[in-house]
Every structure is written in structure tokens, then in C-alpha cells.
């Protein structure tokens, strides 16, 4: 499936849920079921910094596509990152580069991209736009 | 609109009160707002609204200088509410009373100062550990201009000072003791009258930090013989942007000007300028002439309400809402004074604060999470924040009901 795709299942998937209850649940459920990166990748230089709840994020280039792992320690984030994971993860440099991030603003969370409220999912999404950016260069030079 | 059934209580009419706040009236997620962040700014009543707005309507204009009759009538306008704050607090003379952005630039003034004027190496300056980062970044920047160091007293596991501790700091090397009234994380309220007197015993001068105190608790700076109070008005029920420093004259004639500018000065020449006298002397530029006056209304409205009748229901609310809070499984509090004030901190489980406040925020609660810039309290406690509950004379027992019922009904989704 393209970015794009799994965008619109995602928010297909959440456009048949009532309630907020029903959101969050889900999205707590995401956040406790998924083991999201190895401990050993826990470390401050993958700490995304400056957020109330902390997100690590580690990038690999397997196959031409990159691999992203990453947790938080809000499970709410944690249940944010693994979706924006299942979006982005597994692409192209180039196609994450130039994707754009419609679904959190459609499913009715778009305050958790808004630079107030320091939750990492923001920072995040920049960081592996700039992993996208750097690993592009870096193919294009070889 | 919210339905609250007709409270009145300690001679306080919170279904009248509460229709004074506009804000209060409206509805979040589809909710009726719970506004529980009372610590971080007031909500304001019509009146202070009101106030400012008249404000550029009818009289704007420069205070100070002008000799037109708008001037003169914003000029009075901004005194008279000086005189409203220096009668709120007891303040000997209106002189003592300066107009700042908030209590942040109220103990920058007297950091910088205190700092050009009286410190050095050797000497040292006194706060606790318990201070909002305003009442420790300023004096950390003191010291290091001066070479004087920053002694911090400790506090227990209930988030009380060690006095024992902070009498045997007091030494000659003390030059001022710079603490809060009241924690704006854990509402803990500080013995102020006792850190006054021992300061005092060895001539040095007290600064209160009055963020949370000044909304919650009557203050009168000469019964207290307080050197220095610092204040928001927006804490106040006033409007952002505005605060007030209060200084006794013999220590603000002492102090050196701040920032110059107009209004500070005397006269100007290329060689020597002479500064104005209190306050001006410390209140450079035009400043915020409409907040100024709306701060004003905001202290004669909590004085109409009486501050005394709200103390009374802040305290039963404040009583009935730890009563509530102690009965949800998991709960700890983060700090357990026996003197509390304004704000509950607490976590729930290990469920992470920011956690808990989204899942209040989709129940209309709002609430505040994070280190509430106390970061070394934090530290000290090993966690990376709070739940922070604050609250206002204008909340209600139905309200603290709904935080209960929020708080338990997130747990179990998180849990």
C-alpha cells in the first residue's frame, strides 16, 4: 500500500467509531500492545527532546526503504507513534519525503500535531521527514 | 448551559458569581467546562473586561505627561487603581506599589538590582526548593554577575520547607531570602510570618513570591513587614501582562533604577540624567495603561466579593476536594502540606500526566500536566510531572465531583 493508502484505511477504520471513548481506546490499545524498538535503541541521542511526554525514534535503511522504531512513554503518544509507524515505515526515502500527513488531522486529532502541545508526535513527524531527507541525499550522492 | 444548582455558601453566591465569568459559561467537547487551572491564570469577570475595553473607547490615551484632558483622565484612571493595589495589600503609601508585566519582571527588577547594588563574592542569596523557575532564574543570573552563590533551602516529603535547615543558612553572607507563599505545584503554604522574623533578626530583607498567594490568601504587607511582595494580575482575575511589585520605599529608594527610559527620568542631559522618584523611577516607557486600570477592577471586585467569605470557600472546597481525591485507587500526591492552598498535585498509578490530562480534556476538564516549571522539584521527586488541579472561589463541589469521576474514568481506560 502507498502512504496515501494506509492513510485512508486509517481513517476509514476510525470514521465508523462513535464516540471519543471508543478513539482513545483504540489508540491506548495500539499504544500498549506494541513492543515499538529494541531497549538498546533507548538512548538520549535517539530522545526526541523538548516534549512533556518523551518519544525515541531509531531509523534503519533496509532495502532501500526505511525502517522506523520508536516508543513514548504516554501511552496515548506511544498509540499516535506506532499509527504514524504503520504510515510511514517500510517507504522509500523520497516517498516519506515528500508524503503528506493528512490522517491524524482527519480522525479528529490534529491538536496532537499543534506545536503546543509538546507531545512528540510533531517532533517526531519532523524527525523522520529530515531521516527521509538526509538518507535521500545520501543515495543520490552514491 | 450548564445546570448548577444554586449555591450559596459562606454568604458567597457562586450561581451569581459564576455568571460574572463569560467563560465559564461555554461548553468544551461538548461538555460543560471544569476549569481547574486556576494556577496558571484566573478566569475574568465581565467587569475587568469590561474595564479594558472602556478603556480605548473613552480615554485612551499617555499617561503621565500629557496636558489634555484624555491624558489627564487616563493618568487618573492609572493611579487610582495603584491606590486599589496599595489598599489591597496594606501598603504604607500608593508610592511603594510599581506597575511590571508580572511577577516574573517583578523579581527580575529586584534580582538585577540587588545584584548591580549589593552582591559580590562571598555573598549569598537564599531560595528554596521549591521555586517556580521566576523565582530561581533570576537570582541564578544575579550570582553569576556578582560571584555571590544560591543556597536553596530543602524541603520533606510532604513538600515542606526544612525551617531548622533555612535558620541555620542564615548567616552574614545572606543578602536577601527570596522565596514563594505559596508552591504553584504543590499549593503547599510557606511559614512566611516565621522566615520573615528570622531574616529579619539578622537585618536581611524578604522577597514573597505571591503568584499563588495574593488570589487566595488576604495579605497585608505591613503586618507581614515584608521587604518585597511580587504578583500577576492575570493570577488576580486581571488582565495578562500585567503584575505588581511591591517594595518598602526605604529598600526601593535604595535599589537603582532597572531599565531606563521616559517616564523614569528627572531631567536628560548628554552628561547626567536625574531619575524620577517613586514609582516611576522604576516603571520606564509607556505601560500597559489598560491592564493597569482592569487589574485595578479586578481587586475592587474581589473586594466587593470580600476575600475573607472567598478564603473560607476555597478552603471547604479545597478540604472536600483532597476528601474525594484520597478515595481513588492509586492515587499519590505530590506534595501533602498541612498548609495547603490553590493547588493538588498528584499521579494516578503509573499513568503518565499527560496521559490523564488529554483524558480529562475530552471530558471538559481542564487541568494542567507537566513540571509546571518547577523542574528541580521535580527532580527531587523523580518524576517527570504532575497532575495539577488549581483551584478558584468560583468552582464548585458538583465540579470537584466531575474531576473525581474524570480521573477514574481515564484510569480505567489507561489501566
Known amino acids: ?142 | 448551559m450548564e445546570h448548577v444548582a444554586h449555591i450559596i455558601t459562606e454568604g458567597l453566591d457562586i450561581t451569581q458569581i459564576r455568571k460574572d465569568f463569560p467563560i465559564l459559561q461555554q461548553q468544551v467537547h461538548g461538555k460543560p467546562l471544569v476549569y481547574f487551572d486556576n494556577g496558571a491564570t484566573t478566569q475574568k469577570p465581565q467587569v475587568v473586561i469590561d474595564a479594558e475595553a472602556r478603556y480605548y473607547e473613552e480615554y485612551n490615551s499617555n499617561v503621565h505627561r500629557g496636558v489634555h484632558h484624555l491624558s489627564q483622565v487616563a493618568t487618573n484612571a492609572y493611579e487610582k487603581a495603584r491606590i486599589t493595589v496599595a489598599g489591597y495589600i496594606n501598603a504604607a503609601d500608593p508610592h511603594e506599589v510599581i506597575f511590571t508585566s508580572g511577577t516574573t519582571a517583578s523579581i527580575n527588577l529586584v534580582a538585577s538590582t540587588m545584584s548591580r547594588r549589593f552582591l559580590k563574592a562571598g555573598d549569598s542569596v537564599i531560595i528554596s526548593a521549591m521555586e517556580h523557575h521566576s523565582n530561581i532564574v533570576p537570582w541564578q543570573m544575579a550570582c553569576e554577575d556578582s560571584g555571590a552563590t544560591l543556597k536553596v533551602i530543602p524541603i520533606n516529603e510532604r513538600g515542606e520547607l526544612k525551617m531548622d535547615t533555612f535558620e541555620a543558612m542564615l548567616d552574614d553572607s545572606v543578602k536577601i531570602v527570596s522565596v514563594t507563599y505559596v508552591s504553584n505545584t504543590m499549593g503547599t503554604v510557606n511559614p512566611v510570618q516565621d522566615i520573615i522574623a528570622l531574616a529579619h533578626a539578622r537585618n536581611i530583607p524578604v522577597l514573597l513570591d505571591a503568584a499563588q498567594a495574593i488570589q487566595h490568601i488576604s495579605i497585608d504587607v505591613q503586618a507581614l513587614d515584608v521587604d518585597f511582595l511580587a504578583f500577576s494580575g492575570h493570577k488576580i482575575y486581571g488582565p495578562t501582562g500585567t503584575g505588581i511589585l511591591y517594595g518598602k520605599k526605604e529598600w526601593l529608594n535604595k535599589l537603582p533604577p532597572y531599565q531606563g527610559g521616559g517616564d523614569m527620568i528627572k531631567t536628560v542631559t548628554f552628561e547626567k540624567t536625574i531619575y524620577n522618584e517613586l514609582p516611576y523611577k522604576f516603571e520606564a516607557g509607556t505601560p500597559n495603561i489598560a491592564g493597569g486600570i482592569a487589574l485595578g477592577t479586578a481587586i475592587e471586585y474581589l473586594q466587593q466579593t470580600g476575600i475573607s467569605k472567598i478564603q473560607q470557600w476555597e478552603e471547604e472546597l479545597m478540604e472536600y476536594a483532597m476528601q474525594e481525591l484520597r478515595k481513588i485507587d492509586g492515587i499519590r500526591f505530590i506534595g501533602d502540606a498541612a498548609e495547603r492552598s490553590g493547588a493538588i498535585s498528584f499521579l494516578v498509578h503509573n499513568i503518565h500526566p499527560f496521559d490523564m490530562g488529554e483524558l480529562l480534556d475530552q471530558q471538559g476538564i481542564a487541568v494542567r500536566t507537566g513540571h509546571h516549571c518547577t523542574e528541580p522539584l521535580m527532580d527531587l521527586f523523580q518524576i517527570p510531572g504532575t497532575v495539577r488541579a488549581s483551584l478558584s472561589f468560583y468552582n464548585t463541589k458538583e465540579e470537584i465531583d466531575k474531576l473525581v469521576a474524570g480521573i477514574k474514568r481515564a484510569a480505567s481506560m489507561l489501566l
Not at chain 1, 502507498?2 to 489508540?27: L, N, R
Not at chain 1, 490534529?110 to 503546543?116: E, Q, R
Open chain 1, 1 to 142: 500500500m502507498t502512504i496515501q493508502e494506509i492513510q485512508e484505511e486509517i481513517i476509514s477504520d476510525f470514521s465508523v467509531m462513535g464516540s471519543w471513548e471508543d478513539k482513545y481506546e483504540y489508540i491506548i490499545q495500539l499504544g500498549k500492545e506494541l513492543p515499538l524498538i529494541a531497549e538498546e535503541f533507548k538512548t538520549p541521542d535517539n530522545l526526541i527532546k523538548g516534549c512533556q511526554s518523551r518519544v525515541w525514534l531509531h531509523t534503519e535503511l533496509k532495502d532501500g526503504k526505511l525502517i522506523f522504531t520508536a516508543d513514548s512513554d504516554a501511552v496515548i503518544t506511544k498509540g499516535l507513534v506506532s499509527l504514524m509507524i504503520y504510515v510511514l515505515s517500510g517507504h522509500t526515502p523520497q516517498e516519506i519525503a515528500s508524503a503528506e500527513i493528512y490522517f491524524i488531522d482527519a480522525i479528529g486529532l490534529s491538536s496532537h500535531l499543534s506545536p503546543t502541545r509538546s507531545n512528540g508526535l510533531l517532533s517526531m513527524l519532523k524527525q523522520m521527514k529530515l531521516y527521509a531527507i538526509a538518507y535521500q541525499a545520501k543515495i543520490n550522492q552514491q
